[in-house]
């Protein structure tokens, strides 16, 4: 109150400014200089005017009021604009397949941050190594993280034409604990596949074979290859 004051050189512009009385003006002034012990004004009947004491408290606080005024409007900015570096993980092939186009996409719509990229099929501890996002498929194993569902992913069961010609198609899923399985060891439980019945039901089917792979391509490749 007493820096409108100052600037409306009255106690009448203040309070308009303000909304409220001239009295209620006059009052929180008086007060203020109650509080401080010194006289901030010199009041007569036609307007008022600041004391030596008075100059010196309204060009520091209106400083400061300046400073805080800055200071909002930068934060403001910062939330408007989102800036900085961005470090996220995702597994290999989702993220080159799925993920890079969006990520460029996201680039260009927020220039001023600056991506850190590193795909990987090694799942990575967030905190330890500095990351700020993972992108990972399932379930998080560690529940202390906040994570959000971003899509559906569909896998699907393959097998080239040279092998089942030669092995037999396998006709339900029980049938693949007899056929030499291609083992993808990034997910939680790699030797036991799950699968979803007509009805909602998921039944887990344990499967074995000699190729492992750390990696999606990788099994995709041996598949192929019969």
């Known amino acids: 109150m007493f820096v409108a004051v100052v600037e409306a050189r009255s106690f009448t512009g203040a309070a308009v ?4 009385s001239s009295g209620q003006a006059s009052k929180l ?3 203020l200089e109650a509080e401080l012990g010194v006289r901030l004004l010199n009041r007569t009947t036609r307007a008022v005017s600041e004391t030596e004491a008075g100059r010196a408290y309204f060009e520091r606080v209106r400083a400061i009021l300046d400073e805080i005024d800055d ?3 930068a934060i403001r900015n910062v939330a408007q604009s989102p800036r900085g570096r961005l470090r996220l993980t995702a597994p290999l092939t989702f993220g080159i397949v799925e993920l890079a186009r969006a990520l460029n996409d996201f680039a260009a ?3 001023e941050i600056e991506l850190d ?3 990987s099929d090694r799942v990575v501890n967030l905190v330890d190594e500095g990351f700020d996002v993972a992108v990972r498929v399932g379930r998080p ?4 993280l906040i994570a959000r569902k971003l899509c559906d992913v569909r896998i699907v069961l393959v097998g080239s034409d040279a092998y089942l ?3 037999g198609d396998p006709s339900t899923p029980d049938a693949l604990q007899r056929h030499a399985c291609i083992i993808d060891t990034n997910f939680r439980e790699p030797g036991r596949w799950p699968f979803r019945s007509a009805d909602g039901e998921t039944i887990a ?3 074995t074979g000699r190729l492992h792979y750390s990696n999606a391509e990788a099994c995709l490749g041996a598949a192929e290859a019969g």
Do not use: M, N, Q
Request: hydrophobic share 35%.
């Open 29 to 31: 002034v008086s007060r």
């Open 165 to 167: 010609e030669k092995h």
């Open 109 to 111: 719509s927020y220039p």
């Open 17 to 20: 400014k303000l909304g409220t």
């Open 71 to 73: 200071l909002d409007l």
């Open 205 to 207: 089917v344990p499967v």
């Open 141 to 144: 194993a560690d529940t202390s």
């Open 117 to 119: 990229v590193s795909f």
